[in-house]
């Protein structure tokens, strides 16, 4: 079982920045994904970004050079967010892959406005 806990939300202008954190813990050892969703009112969940334990990341086109996914040793995830933008607007959730299961954070508000 791997828990997953969330911070770091919170409201910003466009054009500011976030750096949102998830704190891993119980079987983190056997964790090899880790990933941040977003789900915006009205929208499926989509893939934001997401790391291998060898630093292979990949990111959706919507955030290409404006966020950046980093992972501690001890698996805790982080997402770095600048220029943020309105259509950033969501429910922002962690996820972890630790062997063929998958487990989620509770998720945490992003909003992007003026």
């Known amino acids: 079982q791997v828990q997953l806990v969330e911070s770091g939300g919170g409201l910003v202008q466009p054009g500011g920045s976030l750096r949102l954190s998830c704190a891993a813990s119980?079987?983190?050892?056997?964790?090899?994904?880790m990933g941040w969703y977003r789900q915006a009112p009205g929208k499926q969940r989509e893939l934001v970004a997401q790391?291998?334990?060898?630093?292979?990341s990949t990111y959706a086109d919507a955030v290409k050079g404006r966020f950046t996914i980093s992972v501690d040793n001890a698996k805790n995830t982080y997402l770095q967010m600048n220029n943020l933008k309105p259509e950033d607007t969501a429910v922002y959730y962690c996820?972890?892959?630790?062997?063929?299961?998958?487990?989620w954070g509770q998720g945490t508000q992003v909003t992007v406005s003026s």
């Open positions: 996820r972890a892959t630790a062997g063929r299961a998958g487990y």
């Open positions: 119980g079987n983190v050892l056997s964790i090899w994904l």
């Open positions: 790391v291998t334990n060898g630093g292979t």
